[in-house]
């Protein structure tokens, strides 16, 4: 088998982003200013950004037997996407993911996710071939926990890099997790799930990262909302505020920043350059509606520009 630089195991859906002035109250309506349909969901995302970024990708993930699920094949072929280990569930749509977002890039997601839209211990584990020869295996949490659990040992057990996006979905599972990871990315709110308090500055987002960094990762990139990024790692640690970026759909950002950093760890980046890398994606994405990322050369070097002295 042909060795990829990534496997991502996560979701993919038909993202239907819709830009309004302002989002109507109960019996009210109002105009879309522009609409947008696209490969989505968390998994594709961050499929997508890992190829602009140049990585080989693969993605394990569930679509329907439908016609919207052959088009968001079609569209992760045209993408660069391996998606020879991607599931068609019979009797099953396709998941739907509708993003509404205001003038004040103020979103609201819509979603309908059928659990069998989601993986199992059983897809994970028949894709094990594939895990155990890519360079990298990228766990999107929202995933069950059993079908994220077998995806992370059985990188682990083949000595590949193992990288966790958001939280456990049952905190029973989260030590075992942890302990497989080298790489945990957490929002504020996941950051809360997992130990109990969001960090609200730059030093409670290097003090969760600290004491996350005792449960198994090497690496943490935590998020502080509206403020930036706390990187912690054995021997060091940093916080990067946002890129001076007017937002105009935060959906996606830290799908984004998940792909650069990923990459960054691929090439060997130091971890003061690859978290910047990581940031400057993020800070890419906001400016357009929609989840998917758009990580030319120009768009991150444009990043890396605004991006304030950590």
């Known amino acids: 088998m042909t060795q990829l630089d ?45 190829a602009q970024l140049g990585a080989s990708v693969g993605l394990l993930a569930v679509v329907g037997d439908d016609e ?71 766990v999107q949490l929202q995933q069950p926990a059993r079908a994220a659990l077998v995806a992370a ?9 193992v990288v966790l996006d958001g939280a456990p979905t049952d905190p029973a599972d989260a030590d075992e997790l942890l302990a497989l990871a080298d790489v945990l990315r957490a929002d504020a709110q996941e950051v809360e799930l997992i130990t109990g308090d969001a960090p609200r500055d730059a030093e409670g987002g290097l003090a969760a990262g600290r004491r996350l960094l005792r449960r198994g990762p090497s690496l943490l990139a935590i998020e502080v909302a509206g403020e930036g990024n706390a990187f912690v790692w054995p021997d060091g640690e940093l916080f990067l ?10 959906t996606g950002a830290g799908d984004a920043f998940v792909a650069a950093l990923t990459v960054g760890l691929l090439r060997g980046e130091p971890r003061d350059r690859l978290a910047r890398y990581a ?6 994405t906001v400016g357009h509606p929609g989840g998917r990322p758009a990580l030319t050369d120009e768009a991150i070097r444009e990043q890396l520009d605004r991006i304030p002295a950590g």
């Not at 109507?24 to 969901?41: F, N």
Request: glycine share 10%.
């Open 241 to 250: 505020p946002l890129s001076r970026t007017p937002t105009v759909d935060s």
């Open 68 to 138: 919207v699920g052959e088009r968001l094949l079609a569209q992760a072929r045209a993408d660069g996407i391996d998606v020879a280990r991607v599931l068609r569930r019979p009797g099953i749509p396709t998941g739907l993911i509708v993003d509404v977002v205001d003038a004040e890039a103020h979103w609201r997601y819509l979603e309908d996710l059928p659990r069998a839209t989601l993986l199992t211990p059983g897809d994970v584990a028949g894709a094990a071939d594939a895990l155990r020869a890519a360079r990298a295996v990228l």
């Open 153 to 161: 040992r059985t990188a682990r057990e083949a000595g590949r890099l």
């Open 6 to 50: 990534v496997v991502v195991v996560g979701q993919v859906a038909r993202d239907l982003v819709l830009l309004v002035d302002e989002v109507p109250e109960a019996g009210g309506s109002a105009p879309v200013r522009r609409r947008h349909e696209l490969l989505g969901g968390k998994g594709a995302n961050h499929a997508v950004g890992l």
């Open 279 to 284: 940031v400057a994606a993020a800070g890419a």
